[in-house]
């Protein structure tokens, strides 16, 4: 008698085997048996029609904040992620001086769109050090397992104090930020990460610290990992691996031998330059260094509304006078003839480039609905519709938004659907330099960016399909390249994740975390 039995379900067992219909025994803390008909168990679970996997590892999340007051990590722990991997993209709340405190956060708040409200609340901070860190951590029960990397902006803030910004750090300020590192590492970091993107700013603020360090600076603390003999090298950057990125990223992966993995993404600007990259990934790959790019299950996007924190007419003139009125007011008052008259007739008021593209992007517009539908057509775009009913795209952005008692979400893929469906995914997470990741699991604003962290509900085809054609391309990929991708086991390091208070060493890892257009939250 087994303690458990999942019968019946579509067994992907993670080793690249095809998935199989069989069940799966527990016997205490063990899986007994995988696959084949399973003796009775005393607990038995029907999984018929669901597919039964190992655990996910979420290499890329931002749940530095909320790991230290959520035991559940949602929504991750409702995708099945079993352990999920914080600190990415340069972000994170340890190595932290007392009394600066407040400016981690506002990065993270800026950055990743987590309120920095929820985050002074919910964190105590009870460190100083990064191992301080992993040890409050480990104190703490949770549902799944954590593991953390030193983000490039706490160090540096922690290092330059002030000049952290923009200020090029000082040969002996390089060598103490990789002491830390190093340090981190030591106590069980799983890597070290930062950004080079333009479009991760602190809220109003600067670009985050860091951005445009010399490769000098990378290479040092970069060079910590090959000390310490592990860990990742995670980034988000503009460049997707072109120069003058690209020669410090090799320079380091020959001298540390080291993983590097960044964000890939494919957008308007140059469609197809993601093909150049990861062309380029596979020579470097050849040759024997262990560069690889991050792709996501679902296109890195922004959901606008009136309850999110950014939608096209937040900085029109017409509307900064209902900006901080409650949600039915604002209904109200643009239901009303002349209120609206202005907003279409006006501009968003802003100068910035990254968030007028965000603000008009008219084209890449689509109503999410309920349930929502991720791969919309083209004809569903704002822009098509407003052309085949002589609106325009803002008018027809407007009346969505304003449905559902102004609760209807508009979903903008800013990155990967070029194409208008998930085939650039696809060419992206068959190519074997590249590692599924970029979920950005973390706190995030009510109504915000709902689709973030569900990468993995989206490689188990747990999304709603409408298309025919898109559900027979997803029973195709989903029952067999995605899961494989998605489960391909990991190297192994000495680095520790946490597992209710133990160390655990022996389980599939991430092989590196890494996300692309991360956290693309507009500065408004
Ligand atoms: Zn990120």
Redesign the pocket.
């Known amino acids: 008698m087994h303690d458990l039995v999942i019968r019946g379900g579509t067994i992907v067992d993670g080793t690249g085997r095809a998935p199989m219909t069989g069940d799966v025994a527990i016997d205490g803390e063990r899986i007994a048996a995988v696959g084949g008909k399973a003796g009775p168990g005393r607990r038995e679970i029907a999984a018929d029609g669901l597919v039964v996997t190992p655990g996910f590892v979420d290499i890329?999340t931002?749940y530095d904040g909320q790991v230290s007051w959520d035991p559940y990590l949602t929504p991750s722990s409702w995708h099945g992620v079993t352990t999920a991997i914080m600190g990415?993209?340069g972000?994170g709340f340890a190595p932290v001086r007392r009394g600066a405190e407040r400016f981690l956060i506002q990065i993270m708040d800026g950055?990743?769109d987590i309120p920095g409200s929820a985050l002074a609340e919910g964190i105590d901070f009870q460190w100083e050090s990064f191992g301080e860190y992993l040890d409050v951590l480990s104190a703490q029960r949770r549902v799944l397992d954590v593991g953390a990397q030193v983000p490039h902006c706490a160090v540096r803030a922690y290092v330059m104090g002030e000049r952290c910004h923009d200020d090029a750090a000082t040969p002996d300020e390089i060598a103490e930020m990789a002491r830390v590192v190093r340090d981190g590492l030591r106590a069980g970091a799983l890597g070290f990460s930062t950004s080079r993107t333009i479009l991760h700013r602190e809220r109003n603020g600067p670009l985050v610290p860091g951005t445009h360090c010399s490769p000098e600076e990378l290479l040092a603390l970069g060079g910590a990992l090959g000390d310490v003999g592990h860990g990742v090298f995670e980034m988000?950057s503009d460049l997707q691996g072109r120069e003058p990125d690209r020669s410090w990223m090799v320079e380091f992966a020959r001298k540390t031998g080291r993983p590097l993995i960044f964000?890939l993404a494919q957008n308007e600007r140059d469609p197809n330059g993601f093909r150049t990259a990861l062309a380029d990934l596979g020579a470097l790959n050849r040759q024997g260094l262990a560069i690889k790019a991050m792709a996501p299950g679902r296109p890195v996007g922004l959901l606008h509304g009136l309850q999110s924190s950014v939608h096209p007419f937040l900085t029109h003139a017409s509307f900064q006078s209902l900006r901080e009125r409650p949600l039915a007011e604002q209904v109200r008052e643009l239901r009303k003839p002349e209120l609206r008259a202005a907003l279409l007739r006006e501009e968003p008021g802003t100068d910035n480039r990254v968030l007028r593209m965000f603000l008009t992007n008219w084209s890449q517009y689509f109503r999410l609905g309920d349930p929502p539908d991720y791969e919309p057509r083209k004809s569903e775009s704002a822009a098509a519709i407003a052309r085949a009913n002589a609106k325009s795209p803002a008018e027809v952005t407007l009346d969505w938004m304003l449905e559902r008692g102004g609760r209807q979400l508009v979903y903008m893929p800013f990155a990967h659907y070029g194409g208008y469906d998930f085939e650039i995914l696809r060419e992206m997470l068959e190519h074997p330099s590249t590692v599924l990741s970029?979920s950005?699991g973390g706190a995030r604003r009510p109504g915000v960016r709902r689709e973030h962290a569900d990468l993995h509900a989206h490689a188990l085809g747990a999304r709603s399909l409408s298309r025919p054609e898109a559900r027979a391309r997803a029973r195709r990929a989903d029952a067999d390249l995605r899961h494989r991708e998605a489960l391909r086991p990991a190297r192994s390091g000495r680095a520790r994740a946490t597992d209710e208070g133990g160390p655990e060493r022996d389980r599939p890892r991430a092989a590196a975390p890494a996300?692309a257009g991360?956290?693309v939250r507009p500065p408004v």
């Open positions: 890329h931002h990415n993209c972000v950055v990743e988000v964000a970029l950005d996300r991360d956290g």
